[in-house]
């Protein structure tokens, strides 16, 4: 079993962009829309790094099923 760098870097960012996006949810709204045009920009990119890992832990999980070919060494 070789190493697959795309499992730390999934979990990693899903971590990170779930606590980006729950502080997002929880901050204080008025204050955030007058620095962001009305904008929650730490939902929205909590919410895009989430999905990003997401994407990564899912392309380890195809790989390990054998639908993917493991990533090239070198």
């Known amino acids: 079993m070789t190493f697959d ?3 730390p870097i999934g979990l990693l960012f899903l971590a990170i962009g ?3 996006a729950a502080y997002g ?3 204080d ?3 955030m829309s007058a620095h ?3 904008l929650n920009i730490d939902l929205v990119w909590g ?3 989430a999905g990003f890992g997401a994407v990564m832990l899912v392309l380890v999980w195809l790989a390990r099923k ?3 070919p493991p990533p ?3």
């Open 47 to 49: 919410l895009v790094m």
């Open 72 to 74: 090239s060494e070198g």
């Open 5 to 7: 760098v795309r499992l």
């Open 18 to 20: 779930a606590l980006v």
């Open 29 to 31: 709204q008025a204050a």
């Open 66 to 68: 054998g639908d993917l």
């Open 36 to 38: 962001s045009a009305g």
């Open 25 to 27: 949810l929880t901050a």
